[in-house]
């Protein structure tokens, strides 16, 4: 089985900064997958984020947040990072971390496995 513990959510002001974290464990997870940060507000679907591939050569961007946000990871932690920089209030939402255990997807459907959530509010 493979565990993602989301972390580093929390409540900022417009214009502010914060840094999540996802920690991936378990004896099936394998660096080799790629990762990927979603959100979802509240009455909305999950929408993508952010994803990166297994080397971290490889990075795509949902275009409400590129320029802003930057995804990382460092395979020895097995840890995966979404810097979120200059936020807005529509940036509001539970964020989720997923591993996926093929390609580079950006839906939610082809990724396997899922965190539970930390909550971001950005304040107006």
């Known amino acids: 089985q493979v565990q993602l513990v989301e972390s580093g959510g929390g409540l900022v002001q417009a214009g502010g900064s914060l840094r999540l974290s996802c920690a991936a464990s378990?004896?099936?997870?394998?660096?080799?997958?790629?990762m990927g940060w979603f959100r979802q507000a509240p009455g909305k679907e999950r929408e993508f984020v952010a994803a990166?591939?297994?080397?971290?050569?490889?990075?795509y961007y949902a275009d409400s947040v590129k320029g802003r946000f930057t995804i990382s990871r460092d395979n020895a932690k097995n840890t995966v990072y979404l810097q979120m920089n200059r936020l807005r209030p529509e940036d509001t939402a539970v964020y989720y971390c997923?591993?996926?255990?093929?390609?580079?997807?950006?839906?939610?459907?082809?990724?396997?496995?899922w965190g539970q959530g930390t909550q971001v509010t950005v304040s107006s």
């Open positions: 997923a591993a996926a255990r093929v390609g580079l997807p950006r839906f939610s459907y082809e990724y396997d496995y």
């Open positions: 378990g004896r099936t997870f394998r660096n080799s997958y790629a």
């Open positions: 990166i591939s297994w080397t971290g050569g490889s990075t």
